[in-house]
């Protein structure tokens, strides 16, 4: 008897931290018990044929909204292949409407609900041993011949209860690894399933201290935790901050979601001796309205989060996140602008606009009439409109969101931004009238090269704004030199032919590396880029300003 455990993640880089916990507190029945995992950009035959001849007589999924479809089409298939295979789901996607689900697909045994770690133990006894009865499985919702039955929801479990997921991993080349240290929320936001758990549970920290050991020996690149609120405890925050930094390896970058309206000062005071790139910080602001974020249940101190945010940006050692979600009750377009505009001025290394997702179980799905709240039908069941938001309006979000994922987010056009930005009406007013220009052009549905880039926001420049063209060159000439040395120069390059000798003759003298790249800007002020020296936040080339008048004198001399 073979029982595998299914993961089908977004991209080969993650890693599925459902899989290996049932996996390692199933440990018994290890010699039964296969791992598959898969992504959903797979083709659907290559995944068919892994389970085919991985001989399993039990195929458990993992399902969540960016892989539900994906799974129902290879359950559909698989029943026809393996006829005699019980094909199980679990996960967030599945839990809370299982009897329905059961309806929908009858080539399903059950649907495992909720925490699954005591009942996937259970149910293995049940397929390996032939111990007990699946009437007696709490956790679990099944067919019993013509019948659905659902045997309630498990009593949720001790965290420190469950093994070590990954000891059993060999490979963690470019990887993000998932870790929890703790389950459950302190807080009630309404669109985040986080809420419906109200028992916060922690891992023991001696267990977390030796599990967070065994990715510092293996230098994982990162370490990705996925408490809801890390910094809920923070004598528990503390302690893992302090053993990261007292064992850093100088490679493996650890991620945690935070509210920084929660951080002490003895936290900033610590995170202000980190190694740069040692954690980075994503931080759900999610609306600056206070009817909305009244409407959300959820807490926070907007004046305490920004003083956070810039002290922690003071250190420019620390990688932040900041979330916005358009959609929420009581934000129209007008109110969403304010947010997103108080958002951009905290100056946050990424700015993710998303759309509200109406989660199953969720209070917002229970509440989504009341705010007339309409949305996909399919995951991931984002919104559509809202009494406050037209679908007209989310389009013009959806294209201002486009815009600062290219050019913010990618971190390409940073010193060009600060250029343009500053001068206009507001940041939000900034990205919106660019987003208008590449629908003007038809550019938005265009797969772009970098270079195409820069050079339709050279375009909007000259077309729709009264800015300088020459200097907007420079600006850009200097944000592409800062991320590589490139093979051919762009068309909007400055001839820097005049100075090639001056410049032969002070990389002579000051023994400067090939690797290096020294550009003239404006009036003939030179800018060393030296890419053997990058920022580990940004990744950018140290750039320093130099005088190549000390080259030539040195040479008369």
Request: proline share 3%.
């Amino acid at each position: 008897m073979k029982i595998l455990l299914a993961a089908c993640n977004a991209k080969y880089i993650h890693s599925n931290p459902a899989v290996y916990d049932l996996r390692a507190y199933a440990s018994r029945f290890k010699e039964s018990i296969l791992l598959g995992e898969y992504t959903i950009n797979q083709t659907k035959d290559e995944v068919l044929k892994d389970i085919y001849r991985s001989g399993a007589d039990v195929v458990c999924f993992s399902c969540y909204i960016w892989n539900i479809s994906y799974i129902k089409d290879l359950i559909h298939d698989l029943k026809k292949i393996l006829p005699g295979t019980a094909f199980w789901v679990g996960g967030p996607e599945v839990s809370f409407d299982a009897e329905k689900l059961l309806k929908e697909l009858p080539q399903l045994a059950g649907v495992m609900v909720g925490e699954g770690e005591e009942t996937f133990l259970e149910l293995a006894a049940y397929y390996i041993e032939g111990k007990g009865t699946l009437e007696q499985i709490r956790g679990i919702a099944y067919r019993d011949g013509e019948e659905i039955r659902h045997n309630g929801w498990r009593e949720i479990m001790d965290l420190s209860k469950v093994p070590f997921a990954y000891e059993k991993t060999e490979d963690f080349t470019n990887r993000i690894i998932y870790y929890e240290s703790s389950r459950g929320c302190p807080f009630s936001c309404s669109y985040c399933l986080s809420s419906i758990d109200k028992k916060l549970r922690f891992r023991n920290l001696s267990l977390v201290k030796k599990e967070l050991q065994f990715f510092l020996d293996r230098k994982v690149p990162q370490v990705k935790f996925v408490d809801r609120t890390f910094n809920c405890r923070h004598d528990h925050a503390m302690a893992i901050w302090k053993y990261i930094q007292e064992h850093d390896n100088g490679v493996t970058n650890f991620h945690f979601e935070i509210s920084a309206d929660l951080i002490r000062e003895e936290e900033l005071e610590l995170m202000s001796h980190m190694r740069p790139g040692l954690i980075q910080l994503e931080i759900g602001v999610q609306s600056t309205n206070p009817e909305t974020i009244q409407a959300i249940h959820r807490t926070m101190n907007l004046e305490k989060l920004k003083k956070s945010v810039a002290r922690i940006k003071s250190y420019g050692n620390i990688h932040q996140h900041l979330d916005l979600i358009a959609g929420l009750p009581y934000e129209d377009y007008e109110s969403f602008r304010n947010s997103f505009n108080d958002v951009y001025r905290m100056e946050p290394d990424q700015l993710q606009l998303g759309f509200l997702k109406v989660l199953k179980g969720s209070s917002m799905y229970q509440e989504a009439e009341k705010y007339q709240i309409l949305y996909k039908d399919r995951e991931p069941y984002e919104v559509l409109c809202t009494r406050w938001l037209s679908y007209k309006d989310i389009l013009r979000l959806k294209m201002v969101e486009s815009m600062v994922e290219v050019y913010y987010n990618s971190g390409q056009f940073q010193n060009t931004l600060n250029w343009m930005v500053s001068a206009w009406i507001s940041p939000f007013d900034f990205y919106e009238s660019l987003g208008e220009f590449y629908e003007e052009k038809g550019y938005g549905e265009i797969s772009h090269s970098r270079i195409r880039r820069y050079e339709i926001l050279l375009e909007f420049i000259r077309e729709k704004t009264s800015f300088s063209e020459s200097l907007a060159s420079q600006y850009m000439v200097y944000d592409l030199y800062l991320r590589e040395k490139l093979k051919k120069r762009p068309s909007f390059a400055s001839d820097q032919k005049p100075y090639e000798k001056t410049i032969w003759n002070y990389r002579k003298v000051r023994q400067i590396p090939k690797t290096a790249h020294i550009e003239i800007f404006g009036e003939e002020q030179a800018v060393l880029f030296d890419y053997e020296h990058r920022n580990p936040l940004t990744n950018n080339a140290a750039a320093q300003v130099i005088c190549l008048t000390e080259a030539e004198a040195n040479k008369k001399r």
